[in-house]
């Protein structure tokens, strides 16, 4: 099950991670920029200070002279520098350390290695003439007698300067400890920060949350309290309070359904029961038998009625309100197939059925509960009509597609306008039961109009008959 808190709080704390991530790396970045900066400074002075040390002599004799504190950091067991002066050709002229690394001009700056310890590295280049002195010309002479001294032009040298990156990187070390320390406390705070807000945002939801589980229809509230709740909060409470009305309604018809269900199976059933254990008290004769049968006969119809009404009812209930939502049904074959289930029931009791139907008329929906509803209109009219009576079904676009059904029986009072399509609702129950009907055709008829968005509708007075419209959706 997902959370509230960890959907707000996992993103978040991935956008601060990924913040203090990158703000981590540029620190990190700018000040080893700097100290290298300032590692690259000093260089330069110490490469300048090597070269001032360098002389070409009279005669292209090439001295280095070096002076504290140049000696002991280029050399002895605490040097942490080197330096080597190379000619043009690349041949070392002079060099602080065995087999130095290699240099390259074109860098300028650069991180070598040697041995197994990291340096960083200046190379530039120098150039240097010859000094001309007439003692170190008399003293040449003297040193090489009988030769010419030779003429030396300027010289081209490269100087490179090394000095550990030991400190500088534990310098390094040391701050990007501290810095992944600081910004990971702060990634706490600020984590802790945002789930203390949103549990406190969330509080309304679980207060809303325990009030709910308080509601229902046998604990006496059948409703959220609206007051004093946050404007966030209200529409979810206005919304929930609805569904929960709905909820509430459903369940207190269904719980009129089985108490009406039990009540009206319990008539016919008990009528039954009752005829035979008179019949097996004594003897009967033939006619006294045939009359137990007939009454028995009469309740298992009604019964048969009942259960059958029930069952249709849960089917129409258990199809999908979108059931074929594509199909066309001709509405002219679905009444002339509803007047043809109902032909025999009106013959039977002397009733003329007659119909006015507008041919071409189409719905979309299921043609089978169609035919049912009107169907159920037709039995009901014929049901309470008396005989010789007349019952008329028109079918026509008014402006949408309305089937009407209209007989000449007893009527409903107005008062009765509203309950008429009630599950077992019936205005006068010894007329229902003469006529066998369960009190469930009219339930079944709203049920389906409900499923294809139609609206039934009904228009009559006591003794002046009854007309249904059931008005569908183009």
């Not at 700018?30 to 002075?45: A, H, I, K, N, Q």
């Not at 038998?289 to 009625?305: C, D, F, I, P, Q």
């Not at 009407?404 to 039961?433: L, M, Q």
Request: one cysteine or more; charged letters at 25%; proline letters at 4%.
């Amino acid at each position: 099950m997902k959370s509230i808190r960890m959907r707000i709080l996992v993103p978040l704390a991935a956008l601060t991670a990924l913040s203090l991530f990158l703000t981590y790396w540029t620190i990190y970045g700018l000040v080893r920029r700097d100290l290298l900066s300032g590692l690259d400074e000093t260089l330069g002075v110490m490469a300048n200070g090597v070269a001032s040390a360098m002389e070409l002599e009279v005669g292209g004799v090439f001295e280095l002279e070096l002076r504290e504190p140049q000696i002991s950091r280029f050399t002895g067991p605490e040097a942490d520098s080197f330096f080597v002066i190379r000619e043009s050709s690349g041949k070392i002229a002079s060099s602080s350390v065995p087999n130095p690394p290699e240099t390259q001009v074109k860098d300028r700056f650069e991180t070598l290695s040697l041995n197994g310890r990291s340096y960083r590295v200046i190379t530039i280049p120098i150039t240097k003439a010859t000094e001309d002195d007439e003692m170190d010309r008399v003293y040449w002479k003297t040193q090489n007698p009988g030769k010419t001294l030779p003429t030396v032009e300027n010289r081209q040298y490269v100087v490179s300067v090394g000095h550990l990156m030991e400190d500088v990187d534990e310098t390094l070390a040391l701050f990007g400890t501290r810095l992944a320390l600081g910004l990971g406390g702060f990634f706490v705070l600020l984590l802790l920060i945002p789930a203390g807000v949103v549990s406190r945002a969330l509080t309304p939801i679980k207060r809303l949350s325990a009030q709910a589980d308080l509601v229902g229809p046998e604990s006496g509230s059948e409703k959220l309290n609206e007051d004093g709740v946050d404007k966030e909060v209200h529409s979810l409470v206005v919304a929930l309070n609805h569904a929960l009305a709905r909820l509430t309604d459903a369940y207190k018809r269904q719980k009129q359904f089985t108490c009406d269900a039990a009540h009206e199976l319990r008539t016919p059933i008990s009528a039954i029961r009752v005829q035979c254990e008179v019949a097996l008290r004594k003897e009967r004769d033939a006619e006294e038998l045939k009359k137990t049968l007939e009454a028995v006969g009469r309740a298992s119809h009604r019964l048969s009625n009942i259960v059958e009404s029930l069952l249709a009812l849960a089917r129409v209930q258990n199809v999908e309100h979108d059931s074929n939502p594509g199909n066309l049904v001709d509405m002219a074959d679905a009444c002339s197939e509803a007047i043809e289930l109902n032909r025999a029931f009106a013959s039977f009791k002397n009733i003329s059925m007659e119909k006015n139907i507008s041919p071409g008329i189409t719905v979309r929906g299921n043609e089978t509960l169609i035919v049912e509803a009107v169907s159920n209109l037709l039995e009901n009219a014929v049901r309470y009509t008396p005989e010789g009576g007349r019952v008329v079904l028109e079918l026509s676009n008014n402006p949408d597609p309305t089937v009407a059904v209209t007989d000449t029986g007893i009527g409903i009072a107005k008062e009765h306008h509203d309950k008429i399509f009630d599950r077992f609702y019936c205005v006068d129950k010894v007329s229902a039961r003469a006529g066998g009907g369960a009190g469930l055709g009219l339930a079944i008829v709203r049920e389906i109009a409900a499923m294809h968005e139609a609206k039934i509708t009904l228009e009559s007075e006591p003794g002046k008959g009854s007309t249904f419209q059931l008005r569908f959706r183009i």
